[in-house]
């Protein structure tokens, strides 16, 4: 990825608002033996403004929950800039910063089964931030607290000492949530908050969030793969595919005009909860399978199973470029200069 | 004449526990065509997968209770099958694809004899054409170099890849009826579309019959010729795709379609979702199962459950919206919209035939 493309990444989502978290060029690889490198996260830039949700999209494997371990410094990342909040936390950080991290940034993980402690109490796992946090909270103002932020979640007083086996499956995500909003956080990473969860329970979830964000002002980063359910609650969303972002549109705009074919693929793909629709269109369907990240192709890593590559697609590294305002694709389709090359016509003006 | 071969009445199932029986299934019934498919949607724990398992009675037999109901296949009530007979039935007559491709398969066996397993047991065939049609099978699910690909494991396959391989086994014998349980819900989206058309596919080749399980209304639309909606162990609407879709009669069915998102629909539109959780199935009281999440509830449906109400042909509610007695100014204007426009219908039908 070249630096005016990063640059281009950084400022492409100016606005109004004011960037809470810029990411340049951030990599993740994993060295699983001597030989293989599994690149998970290869190479990402993009930005977050306060009080935006910024959907991230992509298939089982694509590094977007990687890219959400790695923001919450779960993962030590491998190479890349990250700023939030003006403070520079890519490389190597202190205790002090990482302390403030884990303050400012919390994250709602996808199984409520297991992502919370069996042999604690509700109270204990939604103060547990708070005891770390505010040790000079009184325990009396603590539970005070804890009721506060369940009832916030729409449970009440009577759940604070039960066990999380005793709750249903959309009750254990609003203690994920009261968990993450216990120390007051600015950003959230929810990675796939209501893939476990009923179609009629999800609804509720996603309403919640979207309250929350509201009343708080609070800024999310929403993983997920059900691609109907990001457009709700994301401002803008970014496709990723094999580690590399390849489109960041608004979320009306990239519903409506997907350019990137790998996003009119995904978009096509889902089955639409109307009949009548369902007969008429047209699916693109994709053949084979995702590459594996240990052995990515030359190029494009789309390639391989895009319905439009051609010879430039093994050879050159498509630019992630700005085609429209607030928007950018990584696809040589909309680059004047290799499509003059190949003696195509460009997909965009 | 297209003929029922399936044939469910009144199902009931019950599973013993140390805190006395809890019922998973009461009194379900529907039917299978030939080359037809059903999708029977439901949220976990409303006993879609206990109907399915109970038909190809894949239940454990120390814990599980069938009180009533009859399942008949071509007329012959399986419930009365011996062991041999049920035997003969399963994997062959009628087999089923489970959910999760990854634990589906045997690990330690080569993916060519799991295939040829079922086909040594239900057919003549010698073991070079049973090895044979194996290759076929694989040939016609879509999975590149069936020859070299019969002798590998179940884990050098993908997630797609292997989800395939089921269903080349549940097909290898050419069943007249195939039990799908949420066959594409561990796959990613663009894999679930080469499943679906593969599943589509092969159903127009063989003329089979499906069940389709699932909770996603979105391959319901994608799959369905009918559709049954299951809450807490019932069936509390049936009916063809368009009905249950354009015209749903019970407030959960509405309320299902509604909590949905629509990729058509802007941002600014919050969903509507159902409030609560659904019920405990060992603390049914005696009225409607859904009174507690209902936003239309009446007196009547804390005490009584309603029973199937006939609405059209092809359509049945249980709910006490659709009762006679019920005066007209109780019943919600959506679901009195719904109701109009198959009124509509069947005049304009008349109208058509007169």
Redesign the interface.
Known sequence: MTTEANQQAAGGASGAGEDLLVVKDLKKHFRLDRKTVLKAVDGISFSIKKGETLGLVG??GCGKSTVGRTLTRIYEPTSGEVEFNGMKIGGRIDRGTKRRLNHDMQMIFQDPYSSLNPRMTVTEIVSEGLVIHNPDMKPKERDKRVHELLELVGLNKSHAGRYPHEF?G??RQRIGIARALAVEPEFIVADEPIAAL???????I??LL?ELQKDRGLTYLFIA?D???V??ISDRIAVMYLGTIVELAE??AL?EKPLHPYTQ???????????D??RTRE?I???G??PSPTDIPSGCRFRTRCPFAMDSCAAVDPVFREVEPGRQVACHLYDPEIMAKEGRELQHQ | MNQNILEVDNLHVSFKTRNGAVPAVRGVSFSLKKGETLAIVG??GSGKSVTAKSIMQLLPKQNTVIPEGTIRYEGKDMLKFSNKEIQSVRGSDISMVFQDPMTSLNPTMKIGKQIMEGLSRHTQLTKKQARQRAKEMLELVGIPNPETRLDAYPHQF????RQRVVIAIALACNPKILIADEPTTAL???????I??LMRNLQEKMDTGIILIT????????MADRVAVMYAGEVVEQGT??EI??RPQHPYTL???R?????DA??AQ??????G??PDPSALGTGCPFAARCPYTMKVCHDYNPGAVAISESQAVRCWLQDERTPPEHIPAEIKEGRRSTEEAAADAEGVTA
């Open positions: 298939e089982s249903s959309g009750q009923d179609v009629s329970i999800q609804a509720q996603v309403n979207k793969h691609l109907s359910m457009k709700y979320s009306e519903y693929a995904l978009l096509s793909a889902i089955p639409l909860p109307d009949p629709k369902e699916q369907i994709l053949s399978d995702v | 949220e976990s993908s997630g797609g890849m990613d989206v663009t894999i679930q579309a080469q679906l058309r909770h996603d209304l979105g391959v319901v639309a994608n795709l368009d879709f354009y309320g299902l379609l909590s949905m998102p629509n990729l802007s941002r919050p969903l509507i979702p159902i409030p959780s659904p």
